[in-house]
Structures are given as structure tokens and as C-alpha cells.
């Protein structure tokens, strides 16, 4: 379906620009043009925006010359590079146009078809937008081999990630051109296909879909499932990140994922957030979302942990760097009574075994539901540590079987905080937290390579260098193994009994 018609595109390194939105985007992308030696058109519809988005932009880098980072010459020189333009007329002599105005397909596609009359055939048309179907914006123009997706991160000049969007028409020349380019701007560009949501907008809805989740069955408040994905490596919990985003621009993304997947259950947005956004509890910028701003963070109250009842016998069980972990701490917690755990490889779980009650790494299934299939009364389950080696004090999520002792309900926590975790209590959902939502994000993964949106190492790249993930998707498949992803989610999806959690046909065949 490719056109062919612009089959080679000359390097566009310093090719004179058109910017045409001067928002916070649209600032951003004009400023490390310059910065890269572009000379620079920047232009806004509303009149004089463009002059403030300048003025701007020169206070902000005048700040960073006061702090050494930038010199003040480099900073006349970018901003000697920048020109408001009131008309688009203008922009006649452009090679290449960016586009960062609103996310509305109508008016998106309404400046492209003008911009047709303005420029050369061969200038090169890239839209910023973070959602819309790239070969929905071109339908019309009379040249739609030439536009292509180059969708920045916010802040333009500190993200790194270019999505790379080719729509069906985008010619493979001008999407290999505009790759290049932004490796010259400093940044890594991933090629994806126009699909919606694009690499990350679409991997990333697991991480704010099963937080989400989970406050609807009243599993934890807000603060302790921020803590567990903290401890997980990501530097902000769902939940602040939704207040951070706001949530109703984090609900509408998810909104229009959803829609554009023809209603698939996986993308369905949540009850709890559009209580939230029918409310006005956007988050920070109206000063009241999951928490309240300004606040003191996130704070969890400090709790003391009773220490273990001493046991007769204690057996570390499974195979793999959860369990050496856990024989290292445990004989580290049972060194004062002069003996350690014994170790049993092949029972097909991992946890300790403490005198015949069980604490188990989750698999997906609820303790309660572990309870049954084993016969065994005293039942714990906790969460997956995702970093390795823990380190002493590392927040980790647990749940204790419903019919399980009170002794035990105790001795659970104690376990836990005496193998070096600060255990915080749950309740009984399958998969906890931290397990659920990776392997989710890896079976999101899984699907965008399986259909061609990125591949893994695009995919891996994206996601670390778009949202600051602690590692991507397939880094952490490397760390865990398909057969355990696809067990987790096959329990979860047993449990839930809807389209959810389906393993995408990817991960199966990756066993």
C-alpha cells in the first residue's frame, strides 16, 4: 500500500524548518531544532504565541547559562535561529514541517491539506500527535507518502524517545530520514507503526490499568500500591503518575485505546478514574486527585513486625534467583539458632515451607485458592521482587489465605520482615501487584511485536527511555521465563473469567 514516489530523501541535518503549534510541544521541538543548527519557523494560529513561546524560551535558557550548563553564546545562536511567523505562507521554502497542535484528526488533517499548497512536494510533513492514526491524517492529501509520525516526550529537550510512526502510505525514505534526523538531535528514535496508541501510550495502559484494578476491589489504598511498584524499580507508583498526567487526559488516552481497538476488554477504561474525572479530581493541577496537593507524599504509617516464632524446620523450595535469595536471607535470619534451611529444588513452587505452613512466591492464583489446591491450611502468598539483590527495608506486597490461623496471619508478616522486606498486607487478590502488572506489560509487549507495531528491542528501548521504566518488557521476560508469565496470567484469567488477561499468541510460541 506504500507509495513509491519519494524513494530517496537527502539528509535533512540543518535543513531549514516550519514548527507549527508553540505550545510547551511545539516549543520544545523548535528549541532543539536550533539548538541542532536547523533555521527555525515557528508558528501558532492564536496571534502572537509564537513571539511569548520565543520570550519564553529565552528566560529558560538564560537560567541554565546562569547554572554553567549552556553557554551564553550557544544560547544567542539557538535563539537567533528561531523565527515567529504569523502567516504559514511563509514556511514556502521549508523542507520539513512538525506539526504539534491539537489532537483532533479534523483540524490535523485540515493544516496538512493547506500545507500541500505551500510547500515543495518533496518537503517531508511529520505530525507530534501521541494518539492518532498517522494514515487517518494523511487520508486526502495529495502526497501522503511524505507524512509521517515524530512523536516527542514531555519535555522535549530532556526525553530522549522519538516514536518513528509510519502510516500505511508513509514511504519508507521518509521514514528512515526522519529516523536519522533524530539521532543528529541527540535523540533515539524507535521505528512503530501507526496503530493506536502507537509503542508506548499502548504497552504502558497495564500499569495504570491493573493499579486501577485493584483500588476497585478495595485490595490496598493508593499509597501501599505506589510503594510496591516504587520498590519495584519505577520511580513513581501509578497512582502518583496518574495525578502527575491528570487523569482526565490519563482516562482519555485510555478512552481512545480502547475505542480504537474495537472495545477489546484488555483496553477498558475504569470506573474508579471516571468517578475521578466526572468529579474534577484531575490530580496536581487541581489540587486533588488520589492524594492531596500540596502534601507531604505518599507516606506509609512505620510498622513493627513481630519477630519469628522459632521453628523446627525450615525448607526453602524452587529453583532460580528468587529462591538462592531467599536460602541466602534465610539462613542469614536462622544463623542465631545455629542451623540453616534446607533446600528442596524440585517441588514445583517457590517460597519457604516453616513448619508446614507455606509462603509462597504468587504464581497468579489467590492464597485462598492455593489453600484449596493444596490442602494446606496456613497459606501466604507475596509478590514478586522484581530488583535483585533486595535490599534491606524493600517494600513487598503479601496476602494470608482466608482460613488461615491468626498465629500464622502473624508470623507471615514476621517471615517477611525477617528475610529483609517490609511487608505490607493486601488483600487476597491473585497476582498481588507487582507480579500482575509486569507480566501484563510484558504480554502487552508481546502483542505490538506479534502485530508489527515495534519490535523487542524497540519496544525495550521505548518504554525505559519514553515513561523511565526500570528495564522493558523483554528485559524482564530474560529475567523471568515465558512458561511463568503465561501460568500468572492464565490464573489471573481463570479468576477474572473475561478477555483480559488472554496470553497473546507471541509468548506462547516464545516457550
Not at 367 to 381: E, F, L, P, S, W
Amino acid at each position: 500500500m506504500t507509495t513509491t514516489t519519494m524513494t530517496s530523501i537527502p539528509p535533512l541535518n540543518l535543513a531549514p524548518m516550519l514548527v507549527i503549534g508553540a505550545g510547551i510541544m511545539g516549543a520544545g521541538i523548535a528549541q532543539v531544532a536550533a539548538q541542532a543548527g536547523h533555521p527555525v519557523l515557528l508558528h501558532d494560529a492564536r496571534e502572537g504565541a509564537a513571539i511569548e513561546a520565543k520570550a519564553k524560551l529565552a528566560k529558560s535558557l538564560d537560567t541554565l547559562v546562569a547554572k554553567g550548563k549552556l553557554t551564553a553564546e550557544a544560547v544567542a545562536q539557538t535563539l537567533a535561529r528561531i523565527t515567529p511567523v504569523s502567516a504559514i505562507e511563509e514556511a514556502a521554502p521549508v523542507r520539513l514541517v512538525v506539526e504539534a497542535i491539537v489532537e483532533k484528526l479534523d483540524v490535523k488533517r485540515a493544516l496538512f491539506k493547506q500545507l500541500e499548497g505551500i510547500v515543495a512536494t518533496d518537503c517531508v510533513l511529520a505530525t507530534n500527535t501521541s494518539s492518532i492514526s498517522v494514515t487517518a491524517i494523511a487520508n486526502g492529501l495529495a502526497h501522503p507518502e511524505r507524512l509521517v509520525g515524530m512523536h516527542f516526550f514531555n519535555p522535549v529537550p530532556l526525553m530522549k524517545l522519538v516514536e518513528v510512526v509510519s502510516g500505511l502510505q508513509t514511504a519508507p525514505a521518509v521514514a528512515e530520514a526522519i529516523f536519522e534526523l533524530s539521532k543528529v538531535w541527540g535523540k533515539t528514535p524507535v521505528h512503530a507503526k501507526s496503530t493506536p496508541g502507537f509503542i508506548v501510550n499502548r504497552i504502558a495502559r497495564p500499569y495504570y490499568a491493573e493499579t486501577l484494578a485493584l483500588l476497585l476491589e478495595q485490595a490496598a489504598t493508593p499509597a501501599v500500591l505506589d510503594a510496591c511498584l516504587r520498590a519495584a524499580g519505577f520511580r513513581m507508583g501509578p497512582c502518583e503518575l496518574m495525578d502527575l498526567i491528570g487523569h482526565d487526559t490519563n482516562f482519555s488516552v485510555t478512552q481512545s485505546v480502547y475505542e480504537a481497538n474495537f472495545y477489546d476488554k484488555r483496553f477498558v477504561p475504569s470506573l474508579v478514574q471516571r468517578e475521578m474525572v466526572d468529579g474534577g479530581l484531575f490530580g496536581r493541577k487541581t489540587g486533588r486527585g488520589f492524594y492531596a496537593y500540596p502534601n507531604d507524599g505518599a507516606a506509609l504509617p512505620v510498622a513493627v513486625h513481630e519477630a519469628p516464632n522459632t521453628a523446627g524446620e525450615v525448607t526453602v523450595h524452587g529453583t532460580g534467583p528468587i529462591a538462592d535469595a531467599l536460602e541466602q536471607a534465610a539462613t542469614a535470619a536462622l544463623s542465631a539458632q545455629g542451623w540453616g534451611p534446607a533446600r528442596v529444588t524440585d517441588s514445583g513452587w517457590t517460597g519457604l515451607e516453616i513448619d508446614g505452613a507455606r509462603l509462597m512466591l504468587t504464581d497468579g492464583r489467590c492464597a485462598a485458592q492455593v489453600a484449596a489446591d493444596t490442602g494446606c491450611r496456613d497459606v501466604a502468598v507475596f509478590d514478586r521482587p522484581v530488583v535483585l539483590p533486595v535490599a534491606a527495608g524493600t517494600a513487598l506486597a503479601y496476602a494470608v489465605a482466608g482460613g488461615a490461623s491468626a498465629a500464622w496471619r502473624g508470623q507471615a508478616a514476621a517471615w517477611l520482615a525477617a528475610l529483609g522486606f517490609a511487608p505490607l498486607p493486601l488483600a487476597d487478590a491473585p497476582g498481588l501487584v507487582v507480579a500482575r502488572t509486569v507480566a501484563m506489560l510484558i504480554n502487552e509487549a508481546a502483542d505490538a511485536v506479534l502485530q508489527g507495531v515495534c519490535s523487542t528491542v524497540g519496544a525495550d528501548a521505548a518504554m525505559k527511555l519514553g515513561v523511565n521504566y526500570p528495564a522493558g518488557p523483554f528485559e524482564w521476560l530474560s529475567r523471568w521465563s515465558a512458561a511463568e508469565v503465561i501460568a500468572l496470567l492464565d490464573a489471573l484469567d481463570a479468576h477474572y473469567r473475561g478477555e483480559r488477561y488472554r496470553v497473546s499468541p507471541w509468548l506462547r510460541c516464545a516457550i
